[in-house]
């Protein structure tokens, strides 16, 4: 699994309409609805069922990012979002920081090993600091995409 084919074709949004939590969550369920990776009737249930969890532990893990995740039976293939916001949202953050990166991850629920493997994916890449910050820098579709081509290389090549 490649971190550039996880996120979904149309849905890299690298300046965030919204600045809270609940309406970046919704624009990127939006983006990725938008890219077919899910149908328009799951918007609502997808969005409730991110924010459930959210209100259960946060998902801001601190250093600018989140990831915001859920399975879902409706969903027939794993699919992310990536929400760039140039002044950063209120997450509760672990840090109590704002978050200025948001990967939004759909998976299937009838495959609990791949949502693990693509959160691994997802976190591996987050880590490193250089990625960061390139990606809060990232100014276009484009930018993003190939900061996310990178990094596979570099996980690829250890």
């Given amino acids: 699994m490649k971190l550039s084919s996880l996120v979904a074709q149309g849905a890299i949004i690298p300046r ?4 809270d939590r609940d309406a970046v969550v919704s624009e990127l369920v939006g983006a990725l609805i938008g890219s077919g990776s899910a ?30 995740h859920v399975k879902h039976k409706s969903v027939r293939t794993m699919a992310a ?11 509760n953050a672990l840090d109590k920081q704002p ?8 998976s299937p629920e009838d495959r609990p090993d791949e949502h693990l493997h693509a959160m691994e994916l997802i976190f591996k890449s987050l880590s490193k600091e250089t990625f960061r910050r390139f990606l809060r820098q990232a100014a276009s579709v484009e930018d993003v995409r190939s900061l996310l081509e990178e990094a596979d290389g570099q996980l690829i090549g250890g």
């Fill in 16 to 19: 965030l309409a919204s600045s």
């Fill in 39 to 68: 149908p328009e009737t799951l918007r609502d249930e997808l969005v409730g069922r991110v924010l459930e969890r959210e209100r259960r532990g946060s998902t801001g893990f601190g250093k600018g990012i989140a990831v915001p």
């Fill in 81 to 91: 979002a990536v929400g760039l916001s140039p002044t950063g949202v209120e997450f």
């Fill in 99 to 106: 978050v200025y990166s948001v990967f939004l991850l759909l």
